[in-house]
């Protein structure tokens, strides 16, 4: 197939290609991957400044995303790839095989680097999806990061740069510039731009962005980061927001209650305990959608008043597809058991047969969805039985519906129970948007056209 890009597409293409280090902050459906893979052609055999490229992804995107873009163009047939998958052995063999860009799943980062220590051989590192590397504590960071400074070239893809806060930013940044413009350490970071939150003596859970530092850090980014918004450039379809609120039984609001107060609940079967606020966040997530692991890992049923809006909300789609996500095992459990005649989201076969609309009841976890995932053809109807604290995985998993090529509006129900941590986590997540948002307009790529020299401009 002939490629013939948008505006948006070989802007995106030029700035990798002039920047030696760039982010490239897209929204799901502008297809990085192809500006990506061009940009890689272009470096490799009309500008010969690089010759061995290794692209670091999710491993659902790494089993075949990227060759599936090189197979569908015209211009990328030349591209060789080598995909480093599977067991150790045959990711050995992969890497001593001839190829133009060699493909890994971020899992395996830190085996590559260990092996490649001394002698890195990539001049060029594509990160698809940066913001993964965002925890400075991770082995694949703390392994990249090793190897930052033989890197000629660095490209981070994401579309979710500062998933929780922009405290997020720095392990992503640094892996790009090699902490030339937010810091070589996240204490420095940390010290320059923000002050200590919230905190149990000396102990900081959270942090607060210092006045104008939020201004600050944007201008640092501006010159190697540039976003766009997919509405800004596609005819993206309308999109429905939905609370279903529920009401927990007395007796299990009562429950709820006590083991929020007192961090235990006793049970005549088990006790329900919570040794930490985090652990208690996660116990009330449970309980909130009706069933909860005890002390001993066995699951507890509460209620199921989110089995019944489920019904409802199925009832109501009048036999049209739909999406659940859910959040933990026994939700899933659970949900099998009452439906019934549904498929929980496992292969490839799947995504074909939900795309041929063979499937009305698709169970699948945010996590498992987050990334590459092209759905659209098979539903427009997606329901959050169980939230996410995670912004990244939200937004990732609506995307599988809501992007270029969904015909039809769509419509997002969030099962709510009132009174309840769930909306604690709708808020949490409405405002870690707005702060996305601001993070994405101060570095955004408008394109204009010269009226003379129609050359694109980033204002």
């Known amino acids: 197939m002939k490629y013939t890009p948008h505006d948006y597409q070989e802007y995106a293409k030029d700035f990798i290609i002039e920047k030696e ?10 297809g990085k991957t192809i500006i990506t893979l061009t940009a890689i052609d272009e470096l490799m055999f009309d500008y010969f400044e690089i010759s061995k490229a290794l692209v670091i992804a999710p491993l659902r995107v790494a089993e075949s995303t990227w060759d599936a873009e090189i197979e569908k163009w015209d211009h990328l047939k030349d591209l060789k790839i080598s995909k480093v998958l599977g067991a150790e052995k045959k990711r050995i063999k992969a890497l001593k095989v001839p190829a133009d860009i060699y493909i890994i799943n971020r899992e395996n980062v830190k085996w590559l680097v260990e092996r490649f220590i001394k002698d890195w051989p990539f001049d060029m590192v594509v990160i698809d999806e940066l913001s993964s590397f965002k925890s400075h504590r991770s082995q694949r960071f703390k392994a990249l990061k090793k190897v930052r400074p033989c890197m000629k ?8 740069p500062a998933p929780n806060s922009l405290i997020d930013l720095w392990s992503q940044i640094y892996l790009l ?7 070589r350490t996240l204490t420095g970071y940390r010290e320059r731009y923000f002050n200590p939150d919230k905190r149990n003596q000396h102990i900081i859970f959270t942090y607060k962005l210092k ?11 501006s010159d190697i980061c540039v976003s766009m918004k997919a509405e800004d450039y596609l005819n993206m379809p309308d999109r429905i927001n939905n609370i279903i609120p529920v009401n927990l039984p007395a007796k299990a609001k009562k ?21 930490n606020a985090a652990a208690l966040t996660n116990k009330l997530l449970q309980f909130s959608n009706g069933a909860v692991y005890d002390e001993d890992g066995d699951v507890k049923e509460i209620h199921d008043e989110k089995l019944r809006a489920l019904d409802e909300l199925i009832e109501t789609a009048n036999g049209k597809p739909v999406l659940i996500f859910y959040s933990y095992k026994h939700d899933l459990d659970r949900i099998k058991k009452h439906l019934k005649d549904v498929t929980v989201l496992e292969t490839s076969e799947d995504i074909e047969r939900w ?3 063979e499937i009305p009841i698709m169970l699948t976890h945010p996590a498992s969805a987050g990334h590459g995932l092209n759905l659209q053809a098979g539903g427009n109807i997606i329901i959050w039985f169980g939230l996410t604290w995670s912004l990244e995985l939200y937004m990732q998993a609506n995307a599988r519906l809501h992007r ?5 509006t769509v419509i997002v129900h969030h099962i709510v129970a009132k009174g309840t941590v769930d909306e604690d986590v709708m808020k949490a997540l409405n405002k870690k948007e707005v702060n996305q948002e601001a993070l994405l307009k101060a570095v955004k790529a408008r394109l204009e056209k010269g009226e003379e020299n129609n050359e694109c401009k980033l204002i």
Do not use: F, P, S
Request: charged share 35%; hydrophobic share 35%; no cysteine.
């Open 211 to 221: 006045e104008g530092a939020e201004k600050a850090i944007y201008e640092k980014l």
């Open 355 to 357: 795309n041929k609309g």
């Open 255 to 275: 429950e709820y209650e006590l083991l929020e107060k007192d961090l235990l609940l006793k049970l005549d079967e088990g006790d329900i305990v919570a040794n």
């Open 404 to 408: 270029q090529g969904q015909k039809e």
């Open 21 to 30: 280090k760039a982010g490239l902050m897209l929204d799901m459906g502008l």
């Open 153 to 160: 070239r660095v490209v981070g893809l994401t579309g979710t």
């Open 177 to 183: 510039d090699g902490g030339e413009r937010l810091g």
